[in-house]
């Protein structure tokens, strides 16, 4: 599986089900980045993406993840950890900032089963520092 998620300083993803904060930025650089290959989400995360999609196919599914090799997952209000031995690419977008946080990121990439791949980062709308890795399973 190829999942993406975000999350602040602390591995927050969510708070009080919602978000903890979003930017066009990361959703233009994963339209970027997708090829032909096609972008899974549910229905919560759908209604931010739906607003500026570029055409790209964006399939709703609530029961994530699924056991899906080719295309991507963008995942942000489930627990991964149980899942980790199923994920062969994590793309892990660092808002490079503290906000309070229920959810958290729950997979330990330093743990000796993931290397990063590749590192980058770009300014986004709102957010003045945006920290990309692409962590791919060794």
Not at 2 to 9: A, G, M, S, Y
Not at 32 to 37: E, H, S
Request: some cysteine.
């Amino acid at each position: 599986m190829n999942i993406i998620v975000c999350v602040e300083d602390n591995n927050g993803m969510m708070f009080n089900k919602r978000r903890v904060s979003q930017d066009v930025a990361i959703r233009e650089d994963i339209y970027k980045n997708l090829g032909d290959k096609k972008l899974i989400m549910n229905a919560y995360s759908f209604k931010m993406f739906d607003a500026d999609n570029s055409g790209k196919a964006i399939v709703t599914e609530e029961n994530l993840p699924i056991d899906d090799k080719e295309n991507f997952q963008f995942i942000e209000d489930k627990k991964l950890s149980q899942f980790e031995d199923s994920i062969d690419k994590l793309i892990i977008y660092y808002w490079n900032r503290r906000y309070p946080s229920s959810l958290k990121f729950d997979i330990d990439i330093s743990n000796g089963n993931w290397e990063i791949a590749s590192e980058e980062e770009f300014v986004g709308k709102s957010h003045e520092k945006i920290t990309k890795k692409v962590i791919i399973r060794k």
